[in-house]
């Protein structure tokens, strides 16, 4: 509601000057609001580019102390770890995912002994980037089954734990898998161990880019519209993140991010959490090419930010994190 009256009230008096502007400026961006993702693969002194994330590279476990660096100098607060798992090693069952000297563990094992605790680590806890047929959980009789891709999720979760993953964040969308997290955790006296919650995570067009980074876009049968949610809905996303909080998730995430910023406004207001958001690769590659091409110039990449932040998020996972000095102007 607008008190006041024109031509007393000009609300444009307060934007006369940049000094101005800025004393009234509602929201405002710095890199304590973001966490960097870095995709990992196998090998040694590799830095492999991704031709549909311009600017995205994927590297090898002995590469990633100058990528930690760097973002501990930027003040970064923490980075999640995606892994391009070789396809000899996936199986229907995921089963790479427990194995403590894959690449998720072997680089959280890293990070730890060269940075200890400067910056958070953050795990993805899905299947989709061990499994043959991509999918983020089990499958019998062509359906993708519930309780049984739990029971593998807690055990994912465990290891990554004892090797030292700070915030563990299931992505996989399985209905109850929040509260079996939490009891597991806690009953290996990994109480500490915080769960941020992919609650509201859409069968979305714009992952691709990211399925490409981490291998499994080839591999993908299907959809995965039976588990992750419709995009036509919004009062289902408070339902599940209201379930996700009673079951113990300590933050919650919202994915993709700026087609659904009406989602994270509704969450932050609704349970007053932390609310994250997720730029997602498509999001990435589209404002980055568009930039390329000079269709749109790059201080879009800040406004597409501060647009995160205006709707509620304390937190926003982009790939343009580790770039975050030179867009903060």
Known sequence: MIIGKY????LRRNRKYSWSRKLIQENTLSPSDFILPIFLIDGSNKKESIKSMPGVYRYTINRLSQIIDRAIKKEIPMVALFPKTKNNLKNEIGSESLNENNLVCKAIIEIKKKFKNQIGIMCDVALDPYTSHGHDGLIKSNQIINDETIEVLVNQSLLQAEM????LAPSDMMDGRIGKIRKALDKSKFQNVQILSYAAKYASSFYGPFRDAVGSKGS?????????MDFRNSDEAIREVALDIKEGADMV????GMPYLDIIKSIKEKFKIPVFAYQVSGEYSLISNAIQKKLINED????SLVAFKRAGASAIVSYY???IDKIIK
């Not at 995430?253 to 993709?256: Q, S, Y």
Request: aromatic share 8%.
């Open 220 to 228: 993908l049968k299907g959809d995965k519209k039976t588990y992750q």
């Open 321 to 323: 994190a580790d770039r």
């Open 164 to 167: 030292g993953c700070d915030v």
């Open 253 to 256: 995430m919202v994915k993709p």
């Open 300 to 303: 879009a990449v800040f406004e």
């Open 7 to 10: 031509p007393n009230l000009r």
